[in-house]
């Protein structure tokens, strides 16, 4: 084999191979498929659960589960804590603002034939769309859309159009590379190795929440912020608020650093013998920043901390307590 071809061969190879790491790499970069499926909203939410069935902690504690949700089980066969894998929101206020709408696209493992014999029993009506059924079902004043796009994929929503859930169907069989505008513009900026972010745009003049003395989340009026929570041992998370100017991001700097000032104070107050050292190491580790039209915002969570945070997430015990045996009480009253 001569030199020339011997370099022409290898030049092939790295072509070809250039080409494989690109398209993993594009692949890589695209969000997660689950969120590009999702509508139009101003609030964008995804986690992957995963990691967590790692942990397995409903062996250690069972989880006790009762009333709908323990008759949605015993039906479906479906555990969200169990059977869950990821999951995808979008969320927007009504246009009168009074109320909000959402939708979701779950994706676990279940049994299909179950889930649709329980949503054909509870749905008030279903129709037919695009090789899909939609299952209707009222709840709490809401109309609750549900399809189940293949083995491992549901998409609900309880927006009043059905347009939200048709689009879904449609982009389940061709996910497009872009997803809801909010996901297209500032999923750059979420971290590669995050489990979980939130991408939510606060407009201007909008009703920011308010605490009894006062207080309000207005400074955050008229920028997106990008959370986001990745796990190494320790669990970082990190928010990016991104404000029109670089002197807007400095009044959120400054409004974050004044909330934290007024948190620490009132912990202080409420618990004079001091915090928990776990907690108390997870507010020292705040660090509020700016770089240049984006105020930053990062924490750490220890792993003592977390395993707290699961323990106390575990729902006592529910076990009956036994009643006494009639020896026993034949006993008793003999003492007696």
């Given at each position: 084999m001569t030199l020339r071809r011997k370099l022409l061969i290898s030049a092939i190879l790295l072509v070809c191979l250039a080409a494989i790491a690109f398209f993993f790499w594009r692949r890589a970069a695209l969000p997660p498929e689950a969120a590009r499926l999702l509508p139009e909203g101003d609030v964008l939410l995804y986690a992957n659960l995963q990691p967590l069935h790692l942990f397995e902690t409903d062996k250690l504690h069972p989880v006790q589960v009762e009333g709908d949700y323990r008759?949605?089980?015993d039906q479906t066969g479906i555990q969200f804590e169990r059977d869950l894998e990821q999951v995808a929101m979008s969320r927007r206020d009504t246009p009168d603002g009074k109320d909000t709408e959402s939708s979701e696209i779950f994706i676990g493992k279940f049994d299909q034939q179950r889930l649709q014999s329980y949503l054909?029993?509870?749905?008030?009506?279903?129709?037919?769309?695009?090789?899909h059924a939609i299952y209707s079902?009222?709840?709490?004043?809401?109309?609750?859309?549900?399809?189940?796009?293949?083995?491992?994929?549901?998409?609900?929503?309880?927006?009043?159009?059905?347009?939200q859930i048709r689009g879904m169907i449609?982009?389940?069989?061709?996910?497009?590379?872009?997803?809801?505008?909010?996901?297209?513009?500032?999923?750059?900026?979420?971290?590669?190795?995050?489990l979980a972010w939130l991408i939510t745009r606060t407009p201007a003049n909008?009703?920011?929440?308010?605490?009894?003395?006062?207080?309000?989340f207005d400074f955050l009026e008229n920028t997106v912020a990008v959370a986001s929570l990745r796990y190494r041992g320790d669990v970082l998370f990190q928010a990016d608020v991104i404000a029109p100017t670089d002197p807007e991001a400095k009044r959120v700097?400054?409004?974050?650093?004044?909330?934290?000032?007024?948190?620490?104070?009132?912990?202080?107050s409420l618990n004079?013998?001091?915090?928990?050292?776990?907690?108390?190491?997870?507010?020292?580790?705040?660090?509020?920043?700016?770089?240049?039209?984006?105020?930053?915002?990062?924490?750490?969570?220890?792993?003592?901390?977390?395993?707290?945070?699961?323990?106390?997430?575990?729902?006592?015990?529910?076990?009956?307590?036994?009643?006494?045996?009639?020896?026993?009480?034949?006993?008793?009253?003999?003492?007696?």
């Amino acid at each position: 084999m001569t030199l020339r071809r011997k370099l022409l061969i290898s030049a092939i190879l790295l072509v070809c191979l250039a080409a494989i790491a690109f398209f993993f790499w594009r692949r890589a970069a695209l969000p997660p498929e689950a969120a590009r499926l999702l509508p139009e909203g101003d609030v964008l939410l995804y986690a992957n659960l995963q990691p967590l069935h790692l942990f397995e902690t409903d062996k250690l504690h069972p989880v006790q589960v009762e009333g709908d949700y323990r008759d949605f089980i015993d039906q479906t066969g479906i555990q969200f804590e169990r059977d869950l894998e990821q999951v995808a929101m979008s969320r927007r206020d009504t246009p009168d603002g009074k109320d909000t709408e959402s939708s979701e696209i779950f994706i676990g493992k279940f049994d299909q034939q179950r889930l649709q014999s329980y949503l054909e029993k509870t749905s008030s009506r279903s129709e037919a769309y695009n090789n899909h059924a939609i299952y209707s079902i009222p709840h709490e004043g809401h109309l609750v859309r549900v399809s189940i796009l293949d083995p491992h994929r549901v998409a609900v929503t309880n927006m009043e159009s059905a347009t939200q859930i048709r689009g879904m169907i449609d982009a389940s069989a061709h996910p497009p590379p872009r997803g809801p505008s909010l996901l297209h513009d500032y999923y750059s900026r979420v971290p590669a190795t995050a489990l979980a972010w939130l991408i939510t745009r606060t407009p201007a003049n909008s009703k920011a929440a308010q605490f009894p003395n006062g207080w309000s989340f207005d400074f955050l009026e008229n920028t997106v912020a990008v959370a986001s929570l990745r796990y190494r041992g320790d669990v970082l998370f990190q928010a990016d608020v991104i404000a029109p100017t670089d002197p807007e991001a400095k009044r959120v700097s400054d409004a974050v650093t004044t909330f934290l000032w007024i948190s620490r104070s009132a912990a202080q107050s409420l618990n004079p013998r001091g915090t928990d050292p776990d907690v108390k190491a997870a507010f020292d580790s705040i660090q509020v920043g700016q770089n240049k039209n984006v105020a930053v915002v990062t924490a750490t969570l220890s792993q003592r901390m977390l395993k707290k945070l699961v323990t106390e997430a575990q729902p006592e015990s529910t076990a009956p307590v036994p009643s006494p045996s009639p020896e026993a009480s034949k006993h008793r009253r003999r003492r007696r």
